[in-house]
């Protein structure tokens, strides 16, 4: 059996209590370590805690070279953590639909997951969201645009817009990174952001939420990472009470 199981969103006691039964029986345990990450534990703390060995799996184990965790599948039950809920990245739902094509059982245990948490964060309603969209680094003579064409038209919309920000190995995308590579974009683009709401460490004790222009949002220290950001459509009128009460608007 291959249970996908979510770890929710900051340190090692978000797993819920059925997760974590099903990790101390599991044959084998697998960490994804790609499309999110908990910062507010180790590999190591999870060994301990759950009592198992723990193996991290990158994107190219996962989408190119599934095999040896599909066969511990079909004779064992292995888990396969992941960070917030599982199937929010796509890339779980294809590793899913391979095991099931094989014959292999497989089943859910959601946690919770950064898109669900921005909503009670920055009090945006969860069904004003439109499409979300992913913010990577630029590479040498590669500035990807397609993220400005999402928020583009869910403005248009009248839609708020969810940015992941890139993770690329041990580097983490900032907020403030985030704003300046948006405002490049709108400038490009003759369009005006009239505001961000950027958020850091979700799930944690030490949560940061801040709205404002871009301006203001770049001076802001977020402090350690994971951020992601908002970018709000026009606010109801309880989104901005929520957002000048908790957010510093």
């Keep these: 059996m291959l249970m ?15 997760g974590l039964e099903f990790v ?5 345990v697998f960490l994804e370590s790609y499309t999110s990450r908990l910062m507010g534990t180790t590999t190591e703390e999870l060994i301990r805690y759950y009592e198992r060995p723990v193996r991290p799996l990158y994107r190219e184990d996962v989408e190119q070279y599934p095999d040896e965790l599909l066969s511990l599948a079909r004779s064992g039950d292995v888990a396969f953590l992941c960070a917030g809920d599982p ?12 095991a099931e094509a094989l014959g292999i059982k497989t089943a859910i245990i959601h946690a919770a997951s950064i898109s669900s948490a921005v909503c009670g964060l920055s009090g945006l309603q969860n069904y004003r969201f439109g499409k979300s969209c992913s913010l990577p680094f630029p590479q040498k003579n590669w500035f990807p645009t ?15 817009t969810l940015v992941y920000l890139d993770i690329h ?7 403030n990174e985030a704003v300046v590579l948006l405002e490049k974009m709108a400038a490009d683009e003759g369009i ?45 009128e309880m989104e901005r009470m929520y957002l000048e009460r908790f957010a510093g608007l």
């Design 4 to 18: 996908f199981i979510g770890l929710g969103l900051f340190d090692k006691t978000d797993i819920s209590v059925k």
């Design 146 to 160: 397609t993220p400005f064409d999402v928020i583009r038209e869910n403005l248009r919309c009248r839609l708020h």
């Design 169 to 175: 190995k041990e580097r983490f995308m900032t907020v």
């Design 24 to 28: 101390r029986g599991a044959d084998h």
């Design 192 to 236: 005006t952001i009239p505001l961000y709401i950027g958020i850091a460490r979700a799930g944690s004790e030490n949560v940061a939420v801040r709205a404002g222009p871009a301006d203001v949002i770049r001076s802001v220290d977020f402090g350690p990472p994971l951020h992601i950001l908002i970018i709000p459509a026009e606010l109801h």
């Design 87 to 98: 199937m929010v990245s796509t890339t779980h739902a294809d590793l899913r639909l391979r």
